[in-house]
């Protein structure tokens, strides 16, 4: 179990973890997630990262950063704020970052699954994907593996190549940072993917990953779940709804869907349909233009008043 953290500090360290550089601004952390910030940090699952000189002004309520410059006089950071009409000096956890501890995460998940290997994880790629090995999990043989940012159609395609030669091994699952991955999706080796996200404890005080879920997906069953309507390739080319496939090439209408699929998994139901339109930078006003030539759309978004939603 992972110290004091709670299942939503470790939401927020996966969030994290899907960032290209997984680090997280001492601004952002006072700012927006102060009641996590002693539990992330002593849990030792991120350690200083590098001095930033870009910070928030603030004496400007707008979210406006500015550059901050080091001041032999006055020994500190320091940026002039034309709100205040003067030089502040810069607050020291502002200049703070906090990278995460990808090692602190591979551990978390060797001990959550039961791997008690001394030898240390395989790197398969660079940063992104891990073999932890292999071990019994609830009387069941599996390899472990965990990836990040897989979601990605580019590194999710590096990594299939990266299991490639490795077939043979025992089939087990790819844990990954990554949202949603889904449940049917099979990779070299017959190996399934699962998310993170989908398989902590929610029975202990803390945070814990539920051995249960996972030989679930081992073993095709899912205690407690059932299975989603909604499936869909990395990219949203494809997405099937209760059965039915809907294919989109263009990359704003899959980048439309894409939010709207992320919508309903949240829990979101309805979405403001111009501001989704505005996400993709659309020139068109109404769904109706944005997918003219098909008309199938109709069939899998529904819309009225100003709002679009997934027919699920």
Sequence with gaps: MAGTLTWQDFLLIMDICELPVPRLGGAVMVDHFPEAREPLLKSKAFSPGPLQTIVPDRTNHEGRTVEAQWDDEHR???????????????????????DLDLNWLLDFVAKGVG?????????LLPNHLWDLGTGWIRGRKATVMVGRRISRSEVFRQCVEALRPRRGRPPGVLLTSSRRASWELEIPGGHRVLSLRDCLSMDKV?????????????TGFTPGKKPSPVHYSNDFSSLTVHGRTFAFRGDKQKQ????????????????RTGELLENV???????VKFFSGRSDWKELIGYGQGFCWLKV
């Design 206 to 218: 803390g945070c814990d990953i539920d051995q249960e879920v996972i030989l679930g997906v081992l």
């Design 281 to 287: 930078e659309s020139t068109s006003l109404t769904l």
């Design 76 to 98: 500190c950071y320091r940026y002039f704020s034309v709100d205040h009409g003067g030089w502040m000096q810069v607050p020291d956890e502002d200049l703070r970052t906090y």
């Design 115 to 123: 791997l008690r290997n001394e030898v240390p994880p395989l790197c």
């Design 256 to 271: 439309f869907v894409g939010m709207l699929v992320r919508a309903w998994e949240s829990g979101e139901e309805r979405c």
